[in-house]
């Protein structure tokens, strides 16, 4: 689902070349493969750069910009331009201005639908897919550490600024996806993540509950839509627990959390 977070509309095509090495790796399949064709041919800056980038989706990109698209006039290229900076505007954010992320409303639920699943008070503390901060700035506070395993590079810096403004001395931002998380098995005492859950799901149910120690707590929230769908079924069916919490503007989500044996 596309994102308004950002006015695409002033931004030049150029700002492709803020993108990061794990955002262009999830090109293929995610724009449309005939105006992507038309930008980069009236782009060969950001051309280069994405091959060089991110080498492994040069077969790919090979693909693309042989396409038989027509090379189009300049509102023909610039249309182009619009429709492949449109559909990355969650990722342009990211690497442009996170704080238009971190304000948006659906991102200011209640800290109690954490805090009344688990005491984070003394606990070793880690949260994947950590974005701007909503996890692990409700659990910095009271735990012993806070590891935000985040991918992209330039959240990872906000994160840390943010935790400097906070006055947080124990959140330490680290590089890492869901299904490879950069610590040893039963390591933490809590590993969560909200809005991660679900792309691959067999390998991201292992890798959180691999680096949670026997006794600790895996939590997703939110981790769902309001829905009985495969991503329901399948932490259900690993043994999770639920409830429901409201998402300002977003509506009914659900949160999922299991005490690992």
Known sequence: ??????????????????????QISWFPGWLPE????????????????????????????????????????????H?????????????????IDPSIYDAQPFLQWDPSELTSI?????????????????????????AKVVYAVEPVGNLRLYLKQKAREKELSNVFPVDGLVTDIPFPDDFA??????????????????????????????????????LDNKTHQFLVKQGYEWSKFEEP???IKRKYWKCVV
């Open 1 to 22: 689902m596309e994102v308004r977070w950002i006015d695409t509309s002033k931004l030049s095509f150029n700002n492709m070349l803020l993108l990061e090495r794990i």
């Open 34 to 77: 005939k105006e992507l064709a038309i930008a980069l041919r009236a782009n060969p800056t950001v051309e280069w750069f994405l091959r060089n980038k991110c080498p492994e989706i040069k077969d790919w990109l090979d693909k693309v910009v042989s396409l038989e698209a027509e090379r189009g006039n300049e509102k023909d290229v």
């Open 79 to 95: 249309k182009a331009e619009q429709t492949i900076l449109n559909s990355l505007n969650d990722l342009l954010t990211y690497v």
């Open 118 to 142: 688990v005491d984070f008070a003394g606990k070793i503390v880690m949260d994947v897919g950590a974005g701007t901060g909503k996890l692990t700035f409700i659990a910095a506070p009271t």
């Open 189 to 226: 005492d809590i590993s969560m993540g909200g809005h991660v859950f679900g792309d691959d799901r067999e390998a991201e149910f292992r890798e959180m509950e691999r680096v949670t120690k026997s006794g600790g707590m895996v939590i997703y929230c939110p981790g769902n839509n309001d």
């Open 249 to 251: 503007e977003e509506g």
